[in-house]
């Protein structure tokens, strides 16, 4: 997934609630009821009160993206959890997080985000919890994906764990990748179908999810088609937006949401009674 910058992070404090709002909107779930759904669980099988949350902001590759970790503790702040960012990054930071008492801890470079859970080792990961939250969005979007034929662009991590969750609902998937070879192991691995030309793709699917750092054409989009779009940059023209009945797309809190759940999962679910 195409890394984040600072003109892309910084609206996001600001627009928490409308996001939330859209969501609702969009999918039937707020983003908690999301992020639980994304891993299997109901809000009420968890009890968030009382976890602190440490963010450490990390200055390695390109370094630190300005309102990163703010945006995450905010996200994080929202579902009910209490978060920090550290004073210092790096090492120090996360020798800071520790001694805060922090329960989970988020850290991210360039390649891997991770929020991982104190108490026992545990972590989740940003490609999965993207990927999750996303389908999920799409499934309630959809009333459903069983038996639905959907477009996945991008056969990068996040497409590929997409597809893998998609073809265990029942879903009929198609991907398409820029690379073939990408395209065709996961095609040999989760059995999904591939196409090679992505604007006859497009015109032929109501459901996709487009997890590529790609433009999408608006002239290829279907009348009607629901979006759900982590993929970044933002890939839409003004006609794909005419056309398209739903977009799902935010730069950050649907992923760092269900991976602020997983994480205090392991160590948060309520006991059955
Ligand atoms: O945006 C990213 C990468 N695309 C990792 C995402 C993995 N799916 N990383 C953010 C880097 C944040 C920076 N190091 C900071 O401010 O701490």
New binding site residues.
């Given amino acids: ?4 910058n600072d003109e892309m992070v910084k609206g996001i404090i600001g627009s928490l609630d409308s996001t939330n709002d859209m969501l609702i909107s969009m999918t039937g779930m707020d983003t908690m009821g999301l992020a639980c759904e994304a891993i299997g669980i109901t809000p009420e099988m968890i009890d968030l009160k009382g976890v602190v949350v440490g963010v ?11 309102k ?2 703010e945006s995450v503790a905010e996200i994080v702040r929202k579902l009910g959890m209490e978060a920090f960012v550290t004073e210092s ?1 790096d090492v120090t930071g996360l020798a800071e997080a520790l001694a805060a008492g922090a329960e989970i801890i988020f ?7 991770v929020a991982i859970n104190t108490t026992n080792g545990k972590f989740s ?3 999965f919890s ?1 990927a999750a939250g996303y389908v999920t969005a799409l499934k309630g979007a959809a009333g459903g994906l069983a038996g639905k034929e959907v477009l996945i662009l991008g056969a990068g ?2 497409g590929s764990i997409a597809a893998e969750l998609m073809n265990e609902m029942g879903a009929i998937i198609t991907v398409y990748d820029i690379d073939e070879k990408k395209m065709r192991d996961l095609s040999a691995k989760v059995g999904v179908k591939t196409s090679n030309d992505v604007n006859s793709a497009l015109s032929s699917h109501l459901l996709v999810l487009n997890a590529s750092p790609g433009a999408i054409d608006g002239r290829y989009v279907k009348e009607g088609t629901i979006f759900s779009s982590p993929g970044i940059p933002y890939p839409f023209d003004e006609l794909g937006l005419k056309k398209a009945k739903m977009v799902i797309h935010d730069p950050l809190e649907i ?1 760092a949401a269900v991976m602020a759940v997983q994480s205090a999962s392991f160590s948060r679910l309520r006991r059955s009674t």
């Fill in positions: 997934m195409t890394r984040l450490v902001p990390v200055t390695s590759g390109l370094g630190i993206i300005k990163f970790s990054a850290m991210a470079d360039d390649i891997k985000f990961h940003n490609s993207t991590r996040v992923g």
